[in-house]
Nanobody, 123 residues
Framework: QVQLVESGGGLVRAGGSLRLSCAAS????????VAWFRQAAGKEREFVAG????????DYLDSVKGRFTISRDNAKNRAYLQMNGLKPEDTAVYYC????????????????WGQGTQVTVSS
C-alpha cells in the first residue's frame, strides 16, 4: 500500500508557473501508474495528466496540453506536474493518485489518493 502527499501548490498570477510534487511512501512507486486530477469549486473532479509506471505512456487533458508536463522519478518515489502558462481556469485543488496497472483517465480506477494541494491563479 502506498501513501501519497502532494506539495507545491500556491497562488500565482496568470501566465506564471508552479511545480507540483507527489511523494510516495510505504511502498515502491515503480509498479504504479500515477495521475493528477483536479477539482474546482462546484465542479466535478477531472483527469489532468497521467504517466505509466515506466514513463513510456503519458496522457493529458486537452486544455493543458503544451502547458503542463508530467514526469516521475521512481528512484525517488516522486511524481511531478510542471505547470506553465497558468490560467485562472486552472484554479483548483490538485490531487495525486496511483493505481497498479495501466494508465487510465477514470478516477474510480485509482486506489490511492493524496490529500490535495490548492492552486490559485489570479487574473
Amino acid at each position: 500500500q502506498v501513501q501519497l502527499v502532494e506539495s507545491g501548490g500556491g497562488l500565482v498570477r496568470a501566465g506564471g508557473s508552479l511545480r507540483l510534487s507527489c511523494a510516495a511512501s510505504g511502498s515502491s512507486f515503480s509498479p504504479y501508474a500515477v495521475a493528477w486530477f483536479r477539482q474546482a469549486a462546484g465542479k466535478e473532479r477531472e483527469f489532468v495528466a497521467g504517466i505509466s509506471w515506466s514513463g513510456e505512456k503519458i496522457d493529458y487533458l486537452d486544455s493543458v496540453k503544451g502547458r503542463f508536463t508530467i514526469s516521475r522519478d521512481n528512484a525517488k518515489n516522486r511524481a511531478y506536474l510542471q505547470m506553465n502558462g497558468l490560467k485562472p481556469e486552472d484554479t483548483a485543488v490538485y490531487y495525486c493518485a496511483a493505481r497498479v496497472g495501466a494508465l487510465v483517465v477514470v478516477q474510480v480506477a485509482y486506489d490511492y489518493w493524496g490529500q490535495g494541494t490548492q492552486v490559485t491563479v489570479s487574473s
